[in-house]
């Protein structure tokens, strides 16, 4: 078992729709997740991070978390071609001031198609 | 703008070379990773250093090894290259409560 496992994808969305990204991991010491998008031959961004269960909301993405389930996930919503990208999933022991090792999941593709 | 820099941005070495890759942080960011993208896959661990001792390390052979300065630079050596080392090396570096912030990546090829 893979320890961050991400839908295999790729994933293509009508622009506007709603695009979700889900993430599964396997160590429940993990406290920390985050979301990088990573653009064809560029490095990854951070989009969010998130710490505790539930929902966050940045703009037009929402990260939830359900650490029963060891499942996080990253909403887009009115989802434009400029979000096409490779989406990665992360996670860490770590927390606030000192985060440790990042370990990844494989990446989701993502398509927006007009 | 990401206040990661790396250097440099290509580099092409010949198999048993040994290769020196390059990171510059933000002030204030006392924790450096560094990691190995293999092409289609997720970035893989190799080691983190903070305040200039190495305190993690992923399943990387010894042969990996790195360096961080006072002045929040790093180093990444890698000696005895081999044609799986050719990959995009990306350096990170953390502010407490705001995560990762990646550097622009070393495309390595090893021929």
């Known amino acids: 078992q893979k320890e961050v496992e991400q839908n295999s994808g790729p994933l293509s969305v009508p622009e506007g729709a709603i695009a979700s990204l889900n993430c599964t991991y396997s160590d429940r010491g993990s406290q920390s997740f985050f979301w990088y998008r990573q653009y064809s031959g560029k490095s990854p961004e951070l989009i969010m991070f998130?710490?505790?269960?539930g929902d966050k909301e940045d703009g037009r993405f929402t990260a939830q978390l359900n650490k029963a389930s060891q499942y996080v996930s990253l909403l887009i919503r009115d989802s434009q071609p400029s979000d096409s990208a490779t989406y990665l999933c992360?996670?860490?022991?770590?927390?606030?001031?000192?985060?440790?090792?990042?370990?990844f999941g494989q990446g989701t593709i993502l398509t927006v198609h007009p | 703008e990401t206040g990661v820099t790396q250097s440099p941005t290509h580099l092409i070495k010949t198999r048993g070379q040994q290769v020196t890759l390059r990171c510059s942080s933000q002030s204030g960011h006392n924790t450096v990773s560094w990691y190995q993208q293999a092409l289609g896959q997720g970035p893989q661990f190799i080691f983190q250093?903070?305040?200039?001792?190495?305190?993690g390390r992923g399943n990387f052979p010894p042969r990996f090894s790195g360096l961080q300065f006072p002045n929040y630079s790093s180093e990444l050596n890698v000696n005895a290259l081999e044609l799986d080392d050719s990959a995009l090396y990306l350096c990170?570096?953390?502010?407490?409560?705001?995560?990762?912030?990646f550097g622009s990546g070393t495309r390595l090829t090893v021929v």
């Open positions: 998130i710490y505790s269960n």
């Open positions: 992360a996670v860490t022991r770590g927390g606030g001031t000192s985060y440790g090792k990042l370990t």
């Open positions: 250093y903070y305040r200039e001792e190495e305190n």
């Open positions: 990170a570096s953390s502010l407490a409560n705001y995560g990762y912030t």
